[in-house]
């Protein structure tokens, strides 16, 4: 936790230890769900317009792994936005910059 929870985000959380109780149990079962969690044969399903939004520097889900997710999606539905200087959670590090892009995603013309 003292090391790699720190890399999640660029900028230090508000959601900081003060807001923040450890349950050990629920992340060990979380972790092992997680684990073997593989949802990409499921996004070929999604037919609605579907925003991927990632940060340039997270280590979670890296740019490979958005990129492959817009992939998988079936063709003119997914959208990709990279956020620079921006960790696991882009409203955290770069909020002006994730609003700026929700805003534009929900106003775009989807019909196309």
Do not use: K
Request: charged letters at 25%; aromatic letters at 8%; glycine letters at 6%.
């Amino acid at each position: 936790m003292a090391t790699c929870l720190p890399l999640y985000n660029i900028q230090p959380s508000t959601f900081g230890p003060r807001r923040t109780w450890m349950n050990l149990r629920v992340l060990v079962d979380f972790n092992e769900a997680f684990a073997e969690m593989d949802l990409r044969d499921d996004l070929a399903a999604i037919n609605c317009p579907t925003l991927v939004l990632v940060g340039e520097d997270d280590p979670m889900t890296p740019v490979e792994a958005a990129e492959e997710m817009l992939a998988l999606l079936p063709d003119g539905v997914g959208r990709l936005e990279r956020v620079e200087r921006c960790g696991h959670g882009t409203f955290r590090d770069q909020p002006e910059r994730t609003e700026q892009a929700l805003r534009a995603f929900w106003s775009a013309d989807l019909s196309r």
